[in-house]
C-alpha cells in the first residue's frame, strides 16, 4: 500500500510539473500586445516615469504586455541590479479598457492628447530671437523641431534641413501654442442659431393658420423669419463663444526647462519616446 501511494504521489507531482511546463511554455509563446500607439508593446523606464506604470517595482528595467484570453492584461516586469536582473510575470495587471482609460485620463490631466502630438511650439534663445515650428522630440539635454515652413516628404521622413537640434543650454523659454475653439464655436453655434430661429418662425407662422390673407402679411411674414434668424443667430454665435472659450486651452511655457517638466514637455512631442531613424540621426 505503501510503494502504492508513493507511486501516486509521483504521478500527481509528474501532472503538476508538466501542467506547470505547459502554462510557462503558453507565456513564452504569446506575442507581446500594443496597449496603445504611443506605448507600444513593451515600456523602457522613460515611460514607465512618464505614465506612472508598475510604481511599486524597484529597479525597474522594462516590461512587456500580453492580452489573456479574457480580455485582461498580463505583464513580464525585469527589475533588479546587475547585467542580467530578475523576470516576473503579473498575470492580471487590469483590463485593456480600464488602461487605455488610465492612459487618456493622464493626458487629459496634464493639457495634452493624441492630437496634440507634433504641437506648434516657440523657442526662445538666450542670444536673441525665436524659432517657431513643430515639437518632434524631448531629449535628456535636446530638443528637436522642424521649422515652420519646412516640408515633409512624407510621413516620418524629414528632407535634410528640416530640423533643427537645440542644446538646453542654448534656450531660454519654450512655449506650447494653445488651441482657440472661439471662432469655430461661435461659427458652428451662429449657423445652429439661426436654422433654429427659421424653424421656430414657421413654427409659429403654422401655429396661427399657416395662410396669407392679404399682400401686406406677404410682405410681413419675410421681416419676420429674418428677425427669428437673426436673434437665432446671435444666441447662437454668443453660445457658441462661450462654449468655445471654455473648451480652449492656453499657451504653455516652461521657464526653465528641468527634469520634471522636461516630462510634460515630452507630451506634446510628435515623438516622445521612439523617434524614427530619419529623426534619430540629427544629434
Known sequence: MKTGNHLQLVVILILVFCCACIAQM?????????????????????????????????????????????????????????????????????????????????????????????????IELHRGGKLEGTLLAVRETTIVISPKGSQHLQKDVMPVGSIIVLRDAEIDKVVIEGHSHVVTGMGVGGALGCGLGYAFSISSRHSTGGKVADALQVVIQPAEDGLFMLVGLGIGMASGALIGAATSTSDKEFLPITDQNRLELRGFARYPFDEPDSVKNFR
Open 26 to 122: 503558453r507565456d513564452e509563446q504569446r506575442k507581446p500586445f500594443q496597449i496603445s500607439p504611443l506605448i507600444g508593446d513593451t515600456i523602457d523606464g522613460a515611460k514607465r516615469e512618464y505614465f506612472h506604470l508598475f510604481p511599486t517595482v524597484k529597479n525597474f528595467r522594462w516590461a512587456v504586455f500580453y492580452l489573456n484570453p479574457n480580455g485582461s492584461l498580463s505583464a513580464r516586469v525585469v527589475f533588479g541590479e546587475g547585467s542580467r536582473g530578475r523576470d516576473s510575470l503579473i498575470k492580471y495587471y487590469g483590463t485593456l479598457g480600464s488602461v487605455r482609460d488610465y492612459l487618456k485620463q493622464l493626458d487629459a490631466a496634464r493639457g495634452t492628447s493624441s492630437g496634440d502630438r507634433g504641437a506648434n511650439v516657440t
